[in-house]
């Protein structure tokens, strides 16, 4: 029902910032639980950060917790990740996901995903 489309992944060196973007089409947006997911070359997707549908909680996982902050904002149909102080380990394919009834960090359990952005942090 809903399609999302990531934006605002490229090339940085350690230390700095990058800010991805999430646009969703198709679906009533503010309806929608919103998380983002990673998956660097070997690795399992990984969970980075979530927001509920209001916006009014949001989780991180442990090694982004103090760099990395989540956002929406329902009337742009739009959702952010601000990613600050990168390190080389951040690097990895970003997916944007959606669900309308889950809320958590099982990547099975999102039903509506992105193609994702390629994130590369250089040392």
């Known amino acids: 029902q809903v399609q999302l489309v990531e934006s605002g992944g490229g090339l940085v060196q350690a230390g700095g910032s990058l800010r991805l973007s999430c646009a969703a089409s198709?679906?009533?947006?503010?309806?929608?639980?919103m998380a983002w997911f990673r998956q660097a070359p070997g690795k399992e997707r990984e969970f980075v950060a979530g927001i509920i549908w209001t916006g009014g909680r949001t989780d991180y996982v442990d090694s982004v917790k103090g760099r990395f902050t989540i956002s929406r904002d329902n009337a742009k149909n739009m959702m952010y990740l601000q990613m600050n102080s990168l390190k080389p380990e951040d690097t990895a394919v970003y997916y944007c996901?959606?669900?309308?009834?889950?809320?958590?960090?099982?990547?099975?359990?999102?039903?509506?995903w992105g193609q994702g952005t390629q994130v590369t942090v250089s040392s």
């Open positions: 198709g679906g009533t947006f503010s309806t929608y639980h």
């Open positions: 996901a959606a669900s309308r009834s889950y809320y958590g960090t099982t990547t099975e359990r999102y039903a509506y």
